[in-house]
């Protein structure tokens, strides 16, 4: 089992930064990839960012691409999600995945954070 926790969260103003954090613990965190998702309410999870077990290769989703920044730091066992420029439309819960497999689609991920809300007012 691996147990994640985000944080970071808030309520912020369009054009603002945040990070978010994902602390994960249980097995190994360099085993896994780690992913970032996001929800809002009456739609589907949907991929914001993947990043493999050794850091070295990150995937994007197209609305987030040259704003958004995944990171980890496998000695913290920690994920990050460094988000600029944002949007209201950026408005969501974001959650944090972890899996032994690089992929793209939450239905893939087996380990999950409770998420943080990230609100952005325009």
């Known amino acids: 089992q691996v147990q994640l926790v985000e944080s970071g969260g808030g309520l912020v103003q369009a054009g603002d930064s945040l990070r978010l954090s994902c602390a994960a613990s249980g097995r190994t965190f360099s085993n896994y990839a780690m992913g970032w998702f996001r929800q809002v309410p009456g739609k589907e999870r949907e991929f914001v960012a993947v990043?493999?077990?050794?850091?070295?290769?990150?995937g994007y989703a197209e609305s987030v691409k040259g704003r958004f920044t995944i990171s980890r730091d496998n000695a913290k066992n920690t994920v990050y999600l460094r988000m600029n420029t944002l949007k209201p439309e950026d408005t969501a819960v974001y959650y944090c995945?972890?899996?032994?497999?690089?992929?793209?689609?939450?239905?893939?991920?087996?380990?999950w954070g409770q998420g943080t809300q990230v609100t952005v007012s325009s």
């Open positions: 995945a972890a899996d032994s497999v690089y992929a793209l689609g939450p239905h893939q991920y087996d380990y």
């Open positions: 990043i493999s077990r050794g850091g070295a290769s990150t």
